[in-house]
């Protein structure tokens, strides 16, 4: 049997601590993480091993030259390129003419592997996936397997809405050789993007083994300090050397030449590397002291993991922090908890680390200092930054303006020097505030911006849309009125940027080392000419004009006091349309308080539309994207029963072929369409989906349930300003009243409920709900969505909260009620199983 190690990683999420060496090269317990797969391959008789390297091959080379000090062959490939997993294995693959496992270096794990293998050679298995169970899966390749073991589905790195399981792929393979003709030679190629989607397609025997034992992806800072406290509590079976010496208190690994001076206290779980010189009454609990460092007299150190060479001084206080290579930490210094001091930086005497602090490799802290922020950039985000297309914080708290900036220049980095970005903002002040920061980040990497002011969304998309610039981004006070701010970003064509660049520009930000531009090549500050008139030229010619000459249409609209105003009644103008606006100048302060109060504007429009006797009134909220609407009784319309309403009217006037909408949405859909003959395509309830699926092909009608839509021809995204328009339209075109607009689906009955779960127990609420719902119609697209006999149930885990939102729809209120119940009392009882 052979191994191939991939080791070719960057370590980007581990900076600063692989700002020197590769990633499969970061200490674990005193030794190399790729030392200890080294050791797990050898307990399992594999001898013959391949490294795959990429990134600092020489250091991954020098330490474990041709492998016989483990008791293995060790073998290297050097890639050329970065192939991809997949292809860089194929690279590799004169050497591997037998079966042969994969597995990667930087992962920590004490799985079986022979047990695995043993689980491949039975079910005669082309590849096998090795699996474990994870409370957090959204990291990882979700994959889905039947009783036999024979994966069904593979989902690789998804949203809350697509984790099905908390059942994920571990890097680790056993492949048999002919599956490498599969591969592509010197083509970027993944095994779990490309290779075994393609095994699945052609019904390979492709099969996943559920591993018992620890496994710990390396994937960050706080993923690595979290494994070394797991190797320190006896959850992780890794080889420790040393001497072990047990007391009631402690068990302390100590390596050779050792010095543990008079009144040291040692407790917990601690490892000492060799030459190490502890000074009297030093105190040290549950942490690792590498090769050749000192603790001086007196230090407190706090479940500390220490590399080589570092250098703890007298009565200095290290709690729950990493001292990389050569790190001198002066007398009485204090290190708070998840700071970070890098190879040969130095922390002068007296001074005060606060937490979560990086100081990067090289740097000095002067006697008595107070650090607060890191030498480069120090905020921490806590899960992922980006969600979908924007980041989303509170203004002010979370969303900073030194945080607005670094977001800025990650973003610029990602563009380019040289290049334009446009950049917009809502009406309120704090936006302008953050705009400005975000600004003055793209400027200093080196890119131009565009600002467009105040300006709704739609305009900043059909702006993008004319080529000219590299993206584009807009801060906005969120809709939901809670105090927090978007920033969201668009790609060069419009569209929502897609998740492979979030990807990039969280990778930029977390790294805190992109260049910046030259002096002499900052960008700079241009204002554009013609927005609004090319936006209005172009709205105008999707809009049938002649519907409008000779309609009586009375409408009235609330801007919000939002940049929609400045842009909507010139339209409605040109068309002739008889309009009321309320609210309808650009005013921060009342935009601020507008998104608070909305509940009280709704009142305020249904009273005027009624006493007006108009035919329609329409809000659309702060960035022109979505609308809700009141019907001529001055009844609000739910979002729900707008989708239903606007797709009626497009499918009796439009007849198209196909429909898109969200898997949250009425069958009340599935009865329009029926009855109009257009096909469903069903889609994640985010905007994302909402352009995918309106670029799919011609003529494609694509309603939201958040009371956004996108009608063919116009926008990419969705645009309150046009869907007013083309709402107006039907209507004249149907003559019917709003409130005549009904159909059998006004006879459903919808409930919602939010069900608390924690972040931990959502992948394992979900496996079973996978198999309770196995054999029944459902559709697996944005959480699972049940249905029997017309009436469903969709459960899907919320993306940012602690919980699982439920949405029920039956043809009776009580059958609703009862749908709803189950299911939360399943949700409940799933999260206090047993996870096997």
Not at 577 to 599: E, M
């Amino acid at each position: 049997m052979k191994a191939v190690i991939m080791a070719g990683g960057f370590g980007t999420r581990l900076r600063p601590l692989t700002a020197n060496m590769p990633k499969p090269m970061v200490p674990i317990a005193g030794r190399p993480v790729m030392e200890h797969i080294v050791e797990l391959l050898k307990t399992n008789k594999i001898i013959d091993i391949t490294s795959i390297l990429y990134f600092q091959a020489d250091q991954i080379r020098g330490y474990f030259g041709d492998g016989r000090k483990w008791g293995v062959k060790m073998n290297y490939v050097t890639a050329q390129a970065d192939f991809g997993t997949a292809g860089s294995v194929k690279n590799a693959g004169g050497n591997l003419n037998s079966r042969f496992i994969i597995i990667s270096g930087d992962v920590l794990t004490d799985f079986d592997l022979t047990a695995a293998i043993k689980f491949h050679e039975e079910k005669k298995a082309k590849a096998t996936i090795v699996l474990t169970r994870v409370e957090s899966p959204l990291s990882y390749g979700i994959v889905i397997t039947a009783k036999s073991g024979k994966i069904t589905r593979f989902l690789e790195k998804p949203s809350w809405g697509q984790v099905f399981s908390d059942t994920v792929n571990t890097g680790i393979y056993i492949l048999e050789p002919e599956i490498l003709d599969l591969i592509p030679p010197e083509t970027e190629f993944d095994f779990s993007k490309d290779l075994f989607p393609k095994m699945l397609e052609d019904k390979m025997k492709l099969y996943g083994y559920i591993a018992d034992g620890y496994w710990r992806d390396i994937g960050n800072v706080e993923e690595y300090f979290v494994a070394h406290q797991d190797v320190l509590d006896g959850k992780a079976m890794v080889k420790i050397i040393g001497t072990k010496s047990k007391t009631p208190d402690s068990q302390v690994y100590i390596g050779e030449n050792v010095l543990i001076s008079h009144g040291a206290q040692l407790t917990g779980t601690v490892i000492i590397g060799d030459n190490v010189r502890i000074g009297p009454r030093a105190r040290i609990y549950q942490s690792v002291i590498g090769n050749n460092s000192v603790v001086g007299r007196d230090a407190n150190l706090n479940r500390v993991v220490a590399w080589e060479g570092a250098s703890i001084g007298p009565a200095a206080s290290v709690s729950e922090a990493i001292l990389c290579k050569n790190s001198l930490i002066g007398e009485s210094a204090i290190i708070e908890e998840e700071c970070i001091i890098s190879d040969n930086s130095r922390v002068g005497e007296k001074a005060w680390i606060k937490r979560n602090v990086k100081i990067w490799p090289n740097k000095e802290v002067d006697p008595g200092a107070t650090l607060s922020t890191s030498l480069i950039w120090g905020e921490k985000w806590s899960r992922e930054l980006f969600s979908d297309a924007k980041v989303t914080g509170i203004g002010n708290a979370e969303i900073t303006p030194e945080f607005a900036a670094k977001l800025g220049a990650a973003y610029g980095a990602m563009v380019g020097v040289g290049r334009s970005v446009a950049v917009c903002r809502g009406a309120t002040d704090i936006a302008r505030m953050i705009s400005r920061s975000v600004s003055c980040g793209l400027l200093s990497a080196g890119v131009s911006v565009v600002d467009l002011s105040t300006a709704p969304i739609p305009l900043l998309r059909q702006e993008l849309k004319r080529g000219r610039l590299a993206g584009g981004i807009n801060v906005r006070l969120s809709p939901d009125g809670n105090d927090e701010l978007d920033i969201i970003f668009f790609d060069n064509n419009g569209r929502d940027l897609p998740t492979s660049k979030t990807k990039t520009i969280e990778r930029l930000f977390s790294r805190e080392d992109f260049r910046r531009a030259a002096v002499n090549k900052t960008g700079s500050i241009d204002y554009s000419q013609r927005v609004h008139e090319a936006y209005r030229e172009s709205f105008l010619s999707f809009v049938d004009m002649s519907i409008f000459q000779n309609a009586k249409f009375k409408v009235v609209i609330d801007y919000g006091f939002g940049g929609a105003s400045e842009l909507l009644p010139g339209i409605l103008g040109s068309l002739g349309v008889d309009s009321v606006a309320l609210n309808s100048f650009v005013d921060p302060r009342q935009a601020y308080y507008f998104v608070k109060r909305q509940s009280e504007a709704l009142d305020q429009l249904g009273s005027i539309v009624k006493s007006l006797k108009a035919d329609i009134g329409i809000l659309l909220n702060s960035g022109a994207e979505k609308i809700i609407v009141v019907e001529e009784t001055g009844q609000a319309v739910s979002h729900q029963k707008t989708l239903l309403k606007v797709t009626q009217l497009f499918c009796e006037s439009e007849r198209p072929k196909k429909i898109a909408v969200p898997v949250t949405a009425s069958a009340g859909i599935e009865l329009i369409a029926r009855e109009y003959g257009a096909k469903i395509s069903w889609i994640p309830s985010d905007h994302q989906a909402m352009m995918e699926a309106g670029i799919s092909g011609e003529g494609v009608f694509v309603g939201g349930t958040k009371g956004g839509f996108i009608f063919p021809g116009f926008q990419l995204g969705v645009d309150a300003m046009f869907a007013t328009v083309k709402i107006l339209e039907l209507l004249i075109k149907s003559g019917n009243k709003l409130s005549a607009v009904t159909g059998p689906w006004d006879k459903l009955y919808m409930v919602e409920k939010e069900v608390a779960c924690s972040w931990g127990k959502k992948g394992q609420v979900m496996r079973f709900l996978m198999e309770h719902s196995e054999g029944a119609e459902r559709l697996l697209i944005d959480g699972v969505r049940i249905i029997e006999n017309g009436d469903w149930v969709l459960i899907r885990p919320d993306r940012k909260r602690a919980q699982f939102y439920l949405l029920a729809e039956t043809t009776s209120a009580e059958k609703t009620r009862n749908l709803i119940k189950e299911y939360s009392k399943n949700i409940k009882s799933w999260q206090k199983l047993p996870e096997n």
